[in-house]
């Protein structure tokens, strides 16, 4: 297994104030979280302030410098939109986005279900997602990149949760789809924000998980999780690794057990630098790297 890091913590700062660049992003992480175990720097789509050859070919040289490859790409596709336009826009942006993992040296790109809309049924959105990745698929494999389907709760900057949060719609929709470009991107707190259990989603889909967000959550103090599960999202603190509910020897156990050997990329919460590096170093030890 390989160690990557995603800045959660300056996901608005990149993305919204930009009032930090990728290059800052790539500076900071070579200095802080290189002698941590990170070798990989997960990026988003929101960080680039241009798809522009030259520009893309500025950051991979600053990826190369500081001793990063670009693993995994996170972007955040919409395919459960009833306007079948819209639909097709989605895909055609996701195969800019399949050029731009290539073009920084990636292995995988995300794509998602879409938002969970009021008034898209299941059976509608199932079959709009499976189409949708289908249908990209040849292309995504003529440029050598898996796409990987996270279990996820919601797009920071989307209106809605996603369509598939809940883990049977989510399998569902992954059973669906055999091929060798496509597979998962496993995220255990995805699954508690569910109020599932992240080990019984990661035992059903362990055999298609190509890449893994390692993230944790725990409750907020004074709170106690009873037996009926977590009942309001406030009561999580999306922080640290290793502090946590999550069980990341068993994750591990299961996932080698798979034959799974690829990226982890660290998805750490919102207090800085510093909880990111000790997150890190805590994954490093459990990863055996």
Same mark, same amino acid.
């Given at each position: 297994?390989?160690?990557?890091?995603?800045?959660?913590?300056? #996901?608005?700062? &990149? +993305? $919204?104030?930009?009032?930090? /660049?990728?290059? @800052?992003?790539?500076?900071?992480?070579?200095?802080?979280? *290189?002698?941590?175990?990170?070798?990989?720097?997960?990026?988003?789509?929101?960080?680039?302030?241009?798809?522009?050859?030259?520009?893309?070919?500025?950051?991979?040289?600053?990826?190369?410098?500081?001793?990063?490859? #670009?693993?995994? &790409? +996170? $972007?955040?596709?919409?395919? /459960?939109?009833? @306007?079948?336009?819209?639909?097709?826009?989605?895909?055609? *942006?996701?195969?800019?986005?399949?050029?731009?993992?290539?073009?920084?040296?990636?292995?995988?790109?995300?794509?998602?279900?879409?938002?969970?809309?009021?008034?898209?049924?299941?059976?509608?959105?199932?079959?709009?997602?499976?189409?949708?990745?289908?249908?990209?698929?040849?292309?995504?494999?003529?440029?050598?990149?898996?796409?990987?389907?996270?279990?996820?709760?919601?797009?920071?900057?989307?209106?809605?949760?996603?369509?598939?949060?809940?883990?049977?719609?989510?399998?569902?929709?992954?059973?669906?789809?055999?091929?060798?470009?496509?597979?998962?991107?496993?995220?255990?707190?995805?699954?508690?924000?569910?109020?599932?259990?992240?080990?019984?989603?990661?035992?059903?889909?362990?055999?298609?998980?190509?890449?893994?967000?390692?993230?944790?959550?725990?409750?907020?103090?004074?709170?106690?999780?009873?037996?009926?599960?977590?009942?309001?999202?406030?009561?999580?603190?999306?922080?640290?690794?290793?502090?946590?509910?999550?069980?990341?020897?068993?994750?591990?156990?299961?996932?080698?057990?798979?034959?799974?050997?690829?990226?982890?990329?660290?998805?750490?919460?919102?207090?800085?630098?510093?909880?990111?590096?000790?997150?890190?170093?805590?994954?490093?030890?459990?990863?055996?790297?």
């Amino acid at each position: 297994m390989k160690l990557a890091a995603f800045p959660k913590c300056f #996901m608005d700062d &990149l +993305c $919204v104030h930009r009032t930090m /660049t990728v290059f @800052d992003w790539i500076a900071l992480a070579e200095k802080e979280l *290189k002698s941590a175990g990170v070798t990989g720097l997960e990026m988003y789509s929101g960080y680039f302030e241009s798809f522009e050859p030259d520009y893309l070919a500025s950051v991979k040289q600053a990826l190369n410098d500081a001793g990063f490859e #670009m693993p995994m &790409l +996170c $972007v955040s596709p919409d395919f /459960t939109h009833p @306007d079948s336009a819209f639909r097709q826009a989605e895909i055609e *942006k996701e195969r800019r986005m399949i050029d731009l993992s290539a073009s920084l040296g990636g292995s995988t790109c995300r794509v998602l279900s879409g938002q969970r809309r009021p008034e898209v049924s299941r059976e509608d959105g199932v079959r709009w997602v499976v189409e949708s990745i289908q249908e990209l698929l040849p292309y995504a494999e003529s440029k050598g990149i898996i796409l990987t389907m996270e279990n996820h709760f919601k797009d920071n900057y989307w209106d809605y949760p996603e369509f598939a949060q809940m883990m049977d719609i989510f399998c569902e929709i992954v059973g669906q789809i055999d091929s060798p470009w496509f597979g998962v991107n496993y995220d255990p707190s995805n699954t508690l924000l569910a109020n599932e259990d992240p080990i019984e989603l990661l035992r059903r889909v362990a055999p298609k998980v190509v890449t893994m967000h390692a993230s944790d959550r725990r409750p907020r103090p004074g709170v106690e999780i009873g037996p009926e599960g977590i009942t309001d999202y406030s009561q999580l603190i999306h922080g640290e690794i290793g502090t946590g509910i999550n069980d990341f020897d068993l994750m591990f156990e299961i996932l080698r057990g798979a034959g799974f050997d690829g990226w982890v990329s660290i998805e750490d919460g919102v207090n800085g630098i510093d909880e990111l590096r000790r997150s890190a170093v805590y994954l490093a030890k459990k990863m055996g790297i």
